[in-house]
Nanobody, 122 residues
């Protein structure tokens, strides 16, 4: 139905920057909220940033002023620009979207990407 493919993770030194991308594909009627979450071993997955189809954004307090979420609706793609990275930002980052696929019910579902590792060295 809907597939999410993430890219852009990697290893960076503290203070550096990375840009994550997540492209949605498949039989899509509409894409609503798009989000980035992150998870470290032994901890719950936490919301990093989200953006509505209209462009309204919200961020976790820990990343405000450093991370910027944006989207290209024509490409069904969401981005996360991460600046001033800190070692505590190290995690697996997951893309998520609330989307309506073309089905008989036309219901909305939440989809997840496979995750991309971000490692920030001190």
């Amino acid at each position: 139905q809907v597939q999410l493919v993430e890219s852009g993770g990697g290893l960076v030194q503290a203070g550096g920057s990375l840009r994550l991308s997540c492209a949605a594909s498949g039989s899509i009627f509409s894409i609503n909220r798009m989000s980035w979450y992150r998870q470290t071993p032994g901890k719950q997955r936490e919301l990093v940033a989200a953006i509505t189809s209209g462009g309204r954004t919200n961020y976790a307090d820990s990343v405000k002023g450093r991370f910027t979420i944006s989207r290209d609706n024509a490409k069904n793609t969401v981005y996360l620009q991460m600046n001033s990275l800190k070692p505590e930002d190290t995690a697996v980052y997951y893309c998520s979207t609330d989307a309506v696929p073309y089905t008989t019910t036309m219901a909305q579902y939440r989809y997840w990407g496979q995750g991309t590792q971000v490692t920030v060295s001190s």
